[in-house]
């Protein structure tokens, strides 16, 4: 019966949205369909938690079913106050594939996470990464663009007006992560922070940031080294997120789940 | 704009002195830590960790008195100075990131520079001063005048460097301990991860532990692996009194089920008595229309299991029931001579004498018969300011989502590329 409930708001969901897609002109109605969309989500999430008895937060199932809820809000919210229409379409695509993965693999319904995972901080912790990364990687296409028309020397300041945006709502994000990471952490092991690998990349990426906010406010008038620190602060990023575990230092990681969600 | 013209500690100091300063004192932190060591640093406890940070703050202030006038003070308390100790600290985070954080024994520069422990190490300690003063310049400085448009600045700033130091100062005296409640026993002794006894301020006594289970649930494995049959299909379900379903192939009717039950010749009563486990007689009509009934059970500590055999390939069965909620009633005394009634819950802690106590397990061999119930109890009086800190952390991130870029746009847009 959960199931049925489940391929019934799905669809409703998927449908919505991907009709309100292929209506972005037509602003009013599609937002109220993103709208609809997210609230079919709800209303399947309060049906299933009071068909548990519990909040829905135990398996990989239910987590993915939060992701799908929370990444359209936070994609509405960004447009809404920033007009970023192509945030409110990438959130609502990795919504939709998370609501597929789940129809493609209902045994995540009943399989439990681990106990350290099953905290109302996990849900939080990932959406809010997700959202940081979608920024910081747009910003740093940004910057490609920038050192490109640096290196043509006809760099426009336009350019780094919109870098500087997008690393501000991504470093927003991004220190929201690693906060949550923190409270979760003392919540479940009793520290906030351990330095593992994954902990430690993250912490150097967000360094990245702080220090091209800082070097930007400073010297508003200088690009070329701006531009240069956040195409840095990029390689970082992806080494927190794909190279960690090459690093000599990864055997000793707590974040190498084999099932990431 | 010809800064880099400018000699070296000819005021204003920019770039190339904060880098010297913070990169200088990373040098003299290594120095020391190779040649004196930090092996006989222990992490500083109550009332140390205080007094410390007293004086610490305290400095930060006469500093201010001091040179607030002076243009020194407008270096530390700017973004150069920010930046080079910020990347001071990045440096030894990255080399934090690249090399294990283990114990080693054989002693090689690895070791003895503290690359392996680097968040004991000395450099890294200077460091954090290090930021921690030029962060506290930076936020006074804006906090003398306060101006209502700061706001979002002061929370993100202040928020980080409260955070900063109260998790510092905060983490020797930090303290997580386990106790074993048996019930109607008084308990006043915690025991910590490796199995030293201490004695707590406080007395617990387990009343009753209570612990709800969902119904057991129907399964099929296979005969010679044990494995559930199709995994990645939703493949169990919770058992009903007079329940029909359909389980994979096979039709499935419940015509009996008992939550506690024994079995008596070649049935199950219901009954309630130590061990008694779930049981229930089922009826299970194959694709081919043969008819097979029989019980099952998941048993429990003391009773068997029973499962019903399918064919050669297959055997129907109960799973072992998850638990739904457990709970303790428990009396806590305390030296003063008061006793509290309260149920400790998971994700219901409670908090007394500084001592915050949760609810973490039971002894699950015994499931609902368990007697026993383990509790955390953890100390940690600085966590409130830590928490105060991320908070304001957290409001200082959400306001700069909402407010955006504050590089100011006419310069950008004046500026030239260089
Ligand atoms: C949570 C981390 C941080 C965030 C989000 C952050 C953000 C910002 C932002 C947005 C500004 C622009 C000024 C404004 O808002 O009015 C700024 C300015 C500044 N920040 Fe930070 N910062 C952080 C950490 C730090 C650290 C660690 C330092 C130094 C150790 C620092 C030093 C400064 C300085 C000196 C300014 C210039 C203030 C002025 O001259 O008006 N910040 N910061």
Redesign the interface.
Known sequence: MI?NHFLLAAGISTSTWLLAAFIPKRELIRNILVLAGIAGIAIFIGFLWINL??PPLRTLGETRLWYAFFLPIIGFLTYW??RYNWMLYYSLALSMLFLFINYL???N??KTLMPALQSPWFVPHVVVYICAYAFLAASSLVAIRGLYQ?YK?E?Q??I??MA??LV??G???L??GL?FG??WA?EAW????T?D?KE??A??TW??Y??YI?????M?????SSLWILALAFVILLICWFG?NY???A??SVHTYSQQP | MNKNTKPLWQSPWGYSESFLFAFGLLLVGFVLEFTVGSASFGSIVFPQNLILGTVYILLIALVYVLIRKKPIFKFLS???A??GA??G??VL??I???????PMDNKRIVTSLGFNR??TSIPFLFINFYLLFILGMVVVRKLFPLKWKNWGFVC?HLGLWITVFA?GLGSGD?Q?LRMDLIENRIEGRAYDDKGNYFELPLAIKLNDFKIEEFHPKLAVVDNTTGMLYE??????IMIENKLVCQLHDWEIKVDEFFLTSGRAGDKYYSMVDLGAAPAAKVRLITPAKDTITGWISCGSFNRPHESLKIDERFSLLMTVPEP?KFSSEVSIYTPDGQKQEQTLEVNKSFTVNGWKIYQLSYDEKMGIYSTKSIVEV?K?PW?IF??IG?FM??I???Y??????????E????????
Do not use: C
């Not at chain 1, 508003?220 to 070329?224: D, H, I, L």
């Not at chain 2, 995994?231 to 169990?236: E, V, W, Y």
């Open positions: 199931w008895e519990r106050r920033w693999h209902p045994e319904f009943s640096e020397t760099l300041p336009k780094m007006l500087d945006n501000y709502l470093f927003a994000f220190t929201l906060l923190a409270l003392k009793g520290h906030y922070w330095w690998p430690t990349w912490f150097i360094l990245g702080l220090v800082h070097r930007r406010f400073q508003p008038s200088k690009f070329k960690v690093l000599p230092s055997q000793f | 700017g973004i150069p920010s930046i910020i990347a600290l990045s985070v990255v934090m990131g690249i090399t294990p954080q283990i680097l968040t993100s998790a930090l997580r995994a990645t299909k939703p493949s169990m739904k953890v940690d966590q830590v928490y991320v952390m957290m200082g991130s959400v700069m989502f909402w407010r955006g870029n504050k590089v100011k746009n310069e950008t847009i004046k500026g030239v590329s260089n």
